[in-house]
């Protein structure tokens, strides 16, 4: 049998009824993006930046094919422990529901999910984008914040990306980007890619006046905010350009193809990098947290 709704976590469904702000969070990161055990710390440091700026955080994902947002703990275990878990995006999401499998639900199928139960705050630590030297490979991210009235936290997109393809694309599908705090759209890893953003919020405020000019206006779409990663976990531009760069040659020999490139990229960059490239992740997946909870408690 297949549940039509979405099954919101009892602390969500309050916090819905009460019209206290809620801050949805994507699982792809814990059971594709980061390996065990930094995928539980990221867990429990996002969650807790959202819980101490004001607001309740909410894991998104598929529970044995159950669109849900606000996990159970023994789920949320599963997750964490990877095994059997499907990275869903946003065209795997009928057939995992149909086979009622367990799966983590990347950007676009977390704004799915959002847009489903009406969430209007998400946080993510990079999204996907147009992908480098892959002619048709373009995350379903995209297409997705074009017709998703939710508000998405970022660090810009993946330094592994063609990123300024993915802002053209970005501006294409009408999405709204906000740099906060930045003129420069951030590189994930990096804080300054050269790209300028069209837009510049110094206040959380100002982010939640966008996005109800959105909503007055009936857009389809919701609002990019990206911010750049903690200055103290930041890399430098050019080991990131190296490590990426090795990267690509890697998946190239090993003739990595579709979902499975974005998580070989993240592991082989953590490689180049020796590591530091996972503290910067996990320190840019607290940030984004923290700022959509700012968000989420201005917009009530
Ligand atoms: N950022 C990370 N780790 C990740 C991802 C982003 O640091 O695992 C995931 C997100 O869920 C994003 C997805 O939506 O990668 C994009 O995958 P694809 O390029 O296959 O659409
Ligand atoms: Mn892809």
Not at 68 to 76: A, Q, S, Y
Request: aromatic share 4%; proline share 7%.
């Amino acid at each position: 049998m297949i549940q039509a709704l979405v099954r919101l976590h009892p602390e969500v469904q309050r916090a819905i009824e009460h019209r206290l702000p809620v801050v949805a969070l994507e699982s792809s990161v814990l059971a594709q993006g980061l390996p065990i055990p930094a995928n539980r710390e990221a867990d429990a440091r996002t969650r807790g930046a959202v819980r101490q700026l004001g607001a309740i955080p909410a894991v998104t994902a598929l529970v044995r094919g159950v669109p849900t947002i606000g996990l159970e703990d023994v789920d949320l275990e599963r997750f964490l422990a990877r095994t059997g878990i499907a990275k869903v995006s946003a065209r795997d999401l009928p057939w995992a529901m149909a086979t009622g499998a367990d799966g983590a639900t990347t950007v676009a199928a977390s704004l799915a999910l959002c847009t489903a139960a009406g969430l209007p705050v998400f946080a993510t630590g990079g999204i996907g984008g147009v992908h480098r030297d892959a002619p048709y490979d373009e995350s379903a991210d995209l297409p997705e914040l074009g017709r998703s009235p939710v508000i998405t936290v970022c660090a810009g997109a993946k330094s592994i990306l063609d990123l300024p393809a993915t802002l053209e694309r970005l501006e294409t599908l009408g999405v709204t980007v906000i740099g906060y705090r930045t003129d420069e759209f951030p590189g994930f890893f990096t804080p300054r890619t050269g790209l300028k953003v069209p837009a510049v919020a110094e206040s959380a405020a100002q982010i939640a006046a966008a996005y109800r000019a959105a909503r007055a206006l009936g857009r389809p779409s919701g609002v990019l905010v990206v911010q750049p990663p903690p200055a103290a976990a930041a890399l430098d531009a050019d080991l990131v350009e190296s490590a990426v760069a090795h990267a690509l040659e890697s998946a190239r020999a090993a003739g990595v193809r579709g979902a499975a490139v974005t998580p070989f990229l993240l592991a082989a960059v953590e490689r180049e990098t020796g590591g530091r490239s996972l503290a910067t992740n996990l320190a840019l997946l607290e940030a984004n947290a923290g700022l959509a909870a700012e968000i989420a408690v201005a917009l009530h």
